[in-house]
């Protein structure tokens, strides 16, 4: 059974750092594109990372520079490492398999603030 | 970057009537190497992750109820929920996964009316 569960999240001030973990199980994180996807409270979805089964990496352009996505596959897990946190940030972090994703996370909130 | 544009923002359909969601590409998603359309259609319910219904643009997920179709090609693409019922209420998006980044659309807001 293939399951994906984030974890990480939590309140964190203008500028700080968090990084969020993506543990699966039922599949090799290296046989598949996992990617972050995110919510900000009340609004849609936002695309924001990717890393391809041959450990290439894409960010939108909002956090470009200041997130980076990776993997473990010894421990099966992908992350987020996300810097310079900013207030428009805060939102629920999604993990999900492949180019169309039919398997996600519950998700992790990150909230962003002082 | 593509940009998505789904139409409309929200809409409110009677139980038993047609759903019809747009979603317009600003470029092409069609690879003409494979002849298939990298666009995606997903379900979101308040509190739940979003649940894959459509894939290559017409393409229907396994247990998806078959009143859920995807339709068009290139850059204009449909969601039809042919006979809308209660639990369909829910923001649908459609994403597309033609390049290296991927977008999804603003999402289109579905009611009973």
């Known amino acids: 059974e293939v399951q994906v569960v984030e974890s990480g999240g939590g309140l964190v001030q203008p500028g700080g750092s968090l990084r969020l973990s993506c543990a699966v199980s039922?599949?090799?994180?290296?046989?598949?594109?996992m990617n972050w996807v995110r919510q900000a409270p009340g609004k849609g979805l936002e695309w924001v990372s990717i890393?391809?089964?041959?450990?290439?990496?894409y960010y939108a352009d909002s956090v470009k520079g200041r997130f980076t996505i990776s993997r473990d596959d010894s421990k099966n897990t992908v992350y987020l490492q996300m810097n310079s946190l900013r207030a428009e940030d805060t939102a629920v972090y999604y993990c999900?398999?492949?180019?169309?994703?039919?398997?996600w996370g519950q998700g992790t909130l990150v909230t962003v603030s002082s | 970057d593509i940009v998505m544009t789904q139409s409309p923002d929200s809409l409110a359909v009677s139980l038993g009537e047609r759903a019809t969601i747009n979603c317009k590409s600003s470029q092409s998603v069609f690879y003409s190497s494979n002849n298939k359309n990298y666009l995606a259609w997903y379900q979101q319910k308040p509190g739940q992750p979003p649940k894959l219904l459509i894939y290559w643009a017409s393409t229907r997920e396994s247990g998806v109820p078959d009143r859920f179709s995807g339709s068009g090609s290139g850059t204009d693409f449909t969601l039809t929920i042919s006979s809308l019922q209660a639990e369909d209420v829910a923001v649908y998006y459609c994403q597309e996964y033609y390049g290296s980044l991927y977008t999804f659309g603003q999402g289109t807001k579905l009611e009973i009316k």
């Open positions: 039922g599949f090799t994180v290296s046989s598949h594109y």
């Open positions: 890393i391809f089964n041959d450990g290439s990496t």
């Open positions: 999900a398999r492949d180019s169309y994703s039919r398997y």
